[in-house]
Nanobody, 123 residues
Framework: VQLQASGGGLVQTGGSLRLSCAAS????????IGWFRQAPGKEREGITC???????FYAESVKGRFTVSRDHAKNTVYLQMNSLKPEDTAVYYC??????????????????WGQGTLVTVSS
């Protein structure tokens, strides 16, 4: 499966963005999709995931502000990001773990990765 993350950009503090993770080559229906981010000089951080049965998990850093969802018809997973803060500035990646109902926010289990999209939140 090939993943394409998009939707990043420059936004002011308190603003919103919606990232998309579009898949080609295979359906995402049976995959867990995770969202990760990596800020300059920092380690990659898992922030949320949605399982094949649409269970979700959020890291404390984004809980209440970010929402992950999927559109089965479009074979796309979305990350709605609200109340953005400067510390949300990072390259955001989506990743897929096929044939799984688990929803981890650690990178190891994920087999397929998108190329990343840059989100910059200005203060």
């Amino acid at each position: 499966v090939q993943l394409q993350a998009s939707g990043g950009g420059l936004v002011q503090t308190g603003g919103s963005l919606r990232l998309s993770c579009a898949a080609s080559g295979s359906t995402l229906d049976y995959s867990t999709i995770g969202w990760f981010r990596q800020a300059p000089g920092k380690e990659r951080e898992g922030i949320t995931c949605i399982s094949s049965s649409d269970n979700t998990f959020y890291a404390e850093s984004v809980k209440g502000r970010f929402t992950v969802s999927r559109d089965h018809a479009k074979n796309t997973v979305y990350l709605q990001m609200n109340s953005l803060k400067p510390e949300d500035t990072a390259v955001y990646y989506c990743a897929a773990m096929t044939f799984s109902q688990f929803c981890p926010v650690v990178a190891g289990p994920y087999e397929h990765w998108g190329q990343g999209t840059l989100v910059t939140v200005s203060s």
